[in-house]
């Protein structure tokens, strides 16, 4: 029976308490503050996410007008917002790091009968970045530009169950390739990036460990024909033809062979050029793959807009990481909810649902059930009429 415990607190019995503690205990989480645990700093931030607040004093005012059911929904004390602000600053943001990683290896193989409609037995990844803009004058350490700061998110998603398997933050002047160097990927692995990727050492690299990659190719690149596969053009396929590079550089960093598909996109009346180390897939399956690259679009669009990184609740490196790692934690979260309860309605909804919700104190799986009322109950037939 739930009863006596709020919606938040049956959505936090999702995270393993014994993980919770290892990373706490890892990075000596309790070393500078006994009153105010990382427990209760991570469901401060975490209420944060879901309720869209904008402020440590709008968190503290919320949270002070729930008092009679803050207990039970995990919070010991009140929290104030020095207090909150001190954790974050304080705290090393690597224990929501870790945190994160380990509700993805819970969420990871509760998608793993989702499909992308596409006969495929290989894992499918997408690799991008997003900016993260950021006050130069307000974070002098997050240096990008002149007058402009920011970080960088890197994010290596399955498109299988838009998960993310990958995630590093850096300064946003790092370039999004350097972080090929620290991706380790299973043999056989499909991985789809776009031409801000195309670095030629690097994909030899992926090469030699039996690694496939799909990228966009730039028009300026040399190369010659090898041989020409038949294509059918109604389908959007205009070539399919084995290359060898001829650049002066790039065949010394590329010595194999290299397949480049040109694909006509009709609905964007845009023309495309693939390069990919796949010899046995079809030209139309490796067009069809890259558009399922827009799914990591969709998730940076996602985590923007229903999660808060754009305001922070501190100024501080320290603070910046530990409100990011919060709001991946929090989409972990809601994502292993959504497998665990089996609910059909979107993230989008479940979230919007929870932001209202969290301190009811009914059964979490009950909100999400709910049906409409019928206002106009059909008769039973096997009641008699009161006036007969």
Known sequence: MNQCRTVFAQLMDFVPQHLFNRCVTRYEGHKWMQTFCCWEQFLSMAFAQLTHRRSLRDIESCLEAQRTKLYHSGFRSLVKRNTLANANRKRDYRIYQDLAYGLVDIARPLYEDESLGLELKQTVLAFDATVVDLCLSLFPWAEFRRTKGGLKIHTLLDLQSSIPVFIDITAASIHEVNLLDQLFLEPGTILIMDRGYLDF????????????FI????????????????????CGVQCDQIIKLTGYKSQKRYPQS?????????????????????????AKTIAELYKYRWQI???????????????FLGLSKNAVKTQIWIAIATYMLVSIL???????????????????????????????????????????????????
């Open 297 to 311: 679009e969709l998730f940076f669009k996602w985590l923007k807009q229903h999660l808060r990184i754009e305001t």
């Open 258 to 282: 290299l397949r480049i598909i040109k694909y006509y996109d009709q609905k964007r009346d845009k023309k495309l050029l693939f390069l990919t180390n796949n010899f046995k897939l079809p």
């Open 215 to 234: 990228i966009r190719a730039k028009k300026n690149f040399k190369y010659r024909r090898v041989y020409s596969h038949k294509t059918d053009k109604s």
């Open 201 to 212: 050492e690097r994909l030899y690299k992926l090469n030699t460990k039996s690694v496939y």
């Open 338 to 388: 959504k497998k665990r309860l089996n609910l059909e309605q979107s993230l989008y909804t479940i979230l919007q649902i929870l932001s209202i919700t969290l301190f009811e104190k009914e059964p979490i799986l009950q909100i999400f059930t709910k049906s409409d009322y019928n206002l106009f109950p059909t008769i039973n037939p096997n009641q008699l009429s009161l006036l007969d």
